[in-house]
């Protein structure tokens, strides 16, 4: 039975996660060893992972998908902080209302909130 699964992203600079994950996203360092940081919670979550041919009304597929209290803060925040946004703010007829972004390590990043 799959206990959890761990997204890995290659970098040079750790540093370069916890603006992003740490303060706009509110992730906390879990783990630092100097060669790998992770960012977590201690909230208990669904284990998934999926597999598309496209992200949804013909979007790229993109590399995590983050799930969030308030898309609209989170975005605004994204946004202030001059990351790119990829795919603007939307209300999707699937339920959630996402936008996607990019990360300081270039991964597309869908940042979403159930409606």
């Not at 995590?64 to 790119?84: Q, T």
Request: proline share 3%; aromatic share 10%.
């Amino acid at each position: 039975m799959v206990k959890r699964i761990v997204a890995n992203i290659k970098t040079e600079d750790l540093s370069q996660a916890d603006h992003f994950y740490h303060d706009i996203l509110g992730l906390e360092i879990i783990m630092d060893h100097g060669w790998i940081k992770t960012f977590g919670t201690d909230e208990e979550s669904k284990v998934q992972i999926s597999f598309a041919n496209q992200g949804g009304n013909n979007t790229p597929v993109p590399d995590l998908s983050i799930d969030v209290d308030d898309v609209d803060v989170i975005y605004k925040k994204m946004k202030n902080s001059g990351f790119e946004i990829a795919y603007d703010l939307t209300n999707e007829d699937w339920g959630v209302r996402r936008f996607f972004v990019k990360d300081p390590f270039g991964k597309l990043i869908n940042i979403l909130s159930h409606q």
